[in-house]
């Protein structure tokens, strides 16, 4: 079967800037597959490239060497097959949510009829139907980043890239938004690359969890989540999922070092 996302020896040098004048190697040697399909979880500590990752399978970053394939094409650059779900939801404050969530079908000139049949289903998948004519200063945090999940959604692309989307929000909030993403996710089985700093987060929605070393980023290991689906809340307090959690936390552990934010 071929991958939904294939990395293969991806490395990443920034040049020189400021008086330094000093390259700095962000990645060295990413390798890793994500099944067409899958949700697959990116932990790492701070400084070791997981945004960078995403933004390069994005297309909004150049590679300095390796290859990346979605769906066994090789990524060039942007794309509506590779949607992105930001940290802080990127909506446009003078257009209300049934406006925003269409956004993308209007400029692509896609099939209306076919797109407003979407926008209902994700309008409903995501419990804002009864908000589609809010504009955002009117929602909660965690009612945009539902309108930014379902305008990523909208266009069917082939991966979707999240970036932290839960980070911003509370404990009670991010955990309804982690069964909310779950539950979208089992009705259209997108493929997901999804980064994370939270490995409970992690453990809970992947099925897979690959963990980075510090600064230059490689991959450490890889752990396939054995945690049958549908996952609850109860899921979080199995012994089995404690005992893994315990140990990913000791690998990140030891990658932990002061430094800079994420590249």
């Given at each position: 079967?071929?991958p939904g996302?294939q990395?293969?020896s991806l490395s990443?040098?920034?040049?020189?800037?400021?008086?330094s004048?000093a390259?700095?190697?962000?990645?060295t040697?990413?390798?890793?597959d994500?099944?067409?399909?899958?949700i697959?979880?990116?932990?790492?500590?701070s400084?070791c490239?997981?945004?960078t990752i995403l933004?390069?399978?994005?297309?909004?970053?150049r590679?300095?060497?390796?290859?990346?394939a979605?769906?066994?094409?090789?990524?060039?650059?942007?794309?509506p097959?590779?949607?992105?779900?930001?940290q802080?939801?990127q909506?446009?404050?003078w257009?209300?949510?049934?406006?925003?969530?269409?956004?993308?079908?209007?400029?692509?000139s896609?099939?209306?009829?076919?797109?407003r049949?979407?926008?209902?289903?994700?309008?409903?998948?995501?419990?804002?139907?009864?908000f589609?004519h809010?504009h955002?200063y009117?929602?909660s945090?965690?009612?945009r980043?539902?309108v930014?999940?379902?305008?990523?959604l909208?266009?069917?692309?082939?991966?979707?890239l999240?970036?932290?989307p839960?980070?911003?929000?509370?404990?009670q909030t991010?955990?309804?938004?982690?069964?909310?993403?779950l539950?979208?996710?089992d009705?259209l089985?997108?493929?997901?690359?999804?980064i994370?700093?939270?490995?409970?987060?992690?453990?809970?929605?992947g099925?897979?969890v690959g963990?980075m070393?510090?600064?230059p980023?490689?991959?450490?290991?890889?752990?396939?989540?054995?945690?049958?689906r549908p996952?609850?809340?109860?899921?979080?307090?199995?012994p089995?999922?404690?005992?893994l959690k315990?140990?990913?936390?000791v690998?990140?552990r030891?990658?932990?070092?002061?430094?800079?934010?994420d590249?």
């Open positions: 079967m071929t996302l990395i293969r990443k040098v920034f040049a020189s800037t400021g008086r004048r390259e700095v190697a962000a990645l040697d990413i390798d890793f994500v099944q067409a399909g899958e697959y979880c990116l932990l790492g500590p400084g490239g997981k945004s933004n390069i399978v994005a297309g909004f970053e590679m300095s060497s390796g290859e990346v979605v769906g066994g094409q090789p990524v060039s650059g942007p794309s097959e590779r949607a992105f779900v930001f802080q939801p909506l446009f404050p257009l209300d949510v049934w406006e925003n969530i269409m956004f993308g079908p209007s400029v692509r896609a099939s209306r009829s076919g797109a049949e979407r926008a209902e289903s994700l309008l409903a998948a995501t419990g804002l139907t009864e589609r809010h955002v009117q929602l945090g965690g009612m980043q539902r930014a999940i379902a305008r990523a909208i266009n069917q692309p082939s991966v979707l999240m970036d932290e839960f980070g911003a929000l509370d404990a991010r955990i309804a938004m982690q069964e909310l993403l539950s979208i996710w009705r089985h997108t493929t997901i690359l999804f994370t700093h939270d490995v409970e987060e992690a453990l809970f929605l099925d897979h963990v070393t510090a600064r980023g490689r991959m450490k290991f890889e752990v396939p989540i054995p945690f049958e996952r609850t809340v109860e899921t979080l307090t199995l089995a999922f404690v005992e315990k140990q990913v936390m690998a990140l030891e990658e932990v070092r002061p430094g800079p934010c590249v």
